[in-house]
């Protein structure tokens, strides 16, 4: 796959993305051409590309020159206006999501619906060029996939159309969550509200960079200098060496219960397995006073985990929980439908890094229905799809 790994040790903005995306080999002329598909007021802005150094390390800058100061744009009218424009399926879907994480993130700062949320700088037309110009590169690459890095957590204060507000500017910070982040770097703003939300929106997995044949580098670099390190993103291009086997960075949370009943505790696991968790398992403890405990546990991706850890704390007398990130590798799995004695039945099928089917198995439901249907031993019918699996490897 297309891989492309987005080294933000120093931060990340839009027009950082940007740069970062053309020195990858994205014409600015083929960007002008695209984004004129937008269909903004003629002459409200114009495209610019220089080379320049940031601590002696090359880099692209990428400017937008805005010559129509529209101060305030609602997120309906920004999304109706890329939904409307003549850009391709994919780019419109990357964009409107982009601005979609932004707004929902403003929407939850400001304690408001989505409907009412409206842009200030961030509505602003370079922002809007950013956003839209980082989908339009992405597919002129023909990216097929983006990992990011940890973020730097930045400091200080930012002047915004909200007035002096603390570094990670609330958006920002409310889009970290759940992110890895670090503080190996000096005062500033370093991660933009628009930086962020195309992470969010667009980069499936944080942390190192995969395993990856390189074909390029790119360096978009950033408005001003900052003294403890070079303020630019790099780029890494190329094509991934493990098809198969898939690094994956999950959430597991945690949290240790001596006060609830077995019924309560299957029902809570049926209802996160149902809402996307990725596995949920029990384990006995002993807790203080000599009580036996049960902890519960549950691995998910990053934007779930808000959603289940609510689920977990509603459904159960859990008064805090625990969550950290980790790595997992995975590999590559599917199911597929095989004609057997039994007629149609489900079998997962489980993929070596050659694309080799190595084992399969008959998914369990079907078993279990089969044996109702059939009046027969489940452990049988398992027994002789294995066989029937077995036959198609």
Same mark, same amino acid.
């Given at each position: 796959m297309k891989t492309l790994y987005l080294d933000c040790q120093a931060g990340i903005s839009g027009d950082m993305t940007v740069g970062a995306l053309l020195d990858l080999g994205v014409p600015?002329?083929?960007?002008?051409?695209?984004?004129?598909?937008l269909e903004l007021p003629s002459g409200s802005y114009e495209l610019s590309?220089?080379?320049?150094?940031?601590?002696?390390?090359?880099?692209?800058?990428f400017d937008v020159a805005v010559h129509d100061h529209h101060t305030h744009r609602h997120y309906a009218g920004i999304d109706a206006m890329i939904a409307a424009s003549g850009l391709s399926d994919q780019v419109k879907k990357q964009?409107?999501?982009?601005?979609?994480?932004?707004?929902?993130?403003?929407?939850?700062?400001?304690?408001?619906?989505?409907e009412q949320v409206h842009f200030h700088e961030v509505g602003a037309v370079d922002s809007i060029v950013d956003i839209v110009a980082t989908a339009i590169c992405l597919q002129s690459l023909q990216v097929e996939q983006i990992y990011a890095?940890?973020?730097?957590?930045?400091?200080g204060f930012v002047e915004t159309a909200h007035g002096r507000l603390p570094v990670p500017a609330p958006a920002t910070a409310d889009l970290l969550r759940g992110l890895p982040l670090h503080g190996d770097c000096g005062p500033g703003e370093r991660v933009t509200p628009t930086g962020?939300?195309?992470?969010?929106a667009l980069a499936g997995k944080f942390g190192q960079q995969p395993a990856m044949r390189l074909e390029r580098v790119g360096s978009g670099a950033g408005g001003r200098d900052f003294?403890?390190?070079?303020?630019?993103?790099?780029?890494?291009?190329?094509r991934s060496t493990t098809e198969q086997r898939q690094d994956d960075d999950i959430i597991v949370v945690?949290?240790?219960?001596?006060?609830?009943?077995?019924?309560? $505790?299957?029902?809570?696991?049926?209802? %996160? &397995?149902? @809402?996307?968790?990725?596995?949920?398992?029990?384990?006995?403890?002993?807790?203080?006073?000599n009580?036996?405990?049960?902890?519960?546990?549950?691995?998910?991706?990053?934007?779930? $985990?808000?959603?289940?850890?609510?689920? %977990? &704390?509603? @459904?159960?007398?859990?008064?805090?929980?625990?969550y950290y990130r980790a790595d997992r590798i995975v590999l590559q799995r599917q199911v597929v439908e095989l004609q057997t004695e039994f007629g149609s039945v489900r079998f997962k099928q489980v993929l070596d890094d050659d694309g080799n089917i190595v084992r399969a198995a008959p998914e369990y439901d079907d078993c279990r229905r089969i044996a109702r249907e059939q009046k027969l031993p489940c452990r049988d019918v398992m027994e002789r799809l294995q066989c029937a699996g077995a036959v198609n490897l």
């Open positions: 600015l002329d083929h960007l002008r051409v695209e984004l004129a598909k590309a220089s080379r320049t150094e940031r601590l002696h390390m090359p880099a692209l800058k964009s409107r999501l982009i601005f979609r994480t932004l707004a929902e993130a403003e929407a939850r700062v400001h304690g408001m619906e989505i890095s940890a973020l730097p957590l930045g400091s962020a939300a195309i992470l969010v003294p403890d390190c070079p303020n630019i993103l790099r780029a890494f291009l190329g945690e949290t240790n219960i001596d006060d609830s009943t077995p019924e309560l $505790l299957g029902y809570t696991m049926e209802r %996160l &397995l149902e @809402e996307g968790a990725l596995d949920v398992f029990f384990t006995p403890i002993q807790m203080k006073k009580r036996p405990g049960v902890m519960v546990s549950f691995l998910c991706h990053h934007d779930q $985990l808000d959603r289940l850890s609510g689920l %977990l &704390l509603g @459904e159960t007398s859990a008064i805090g929980l625990r």
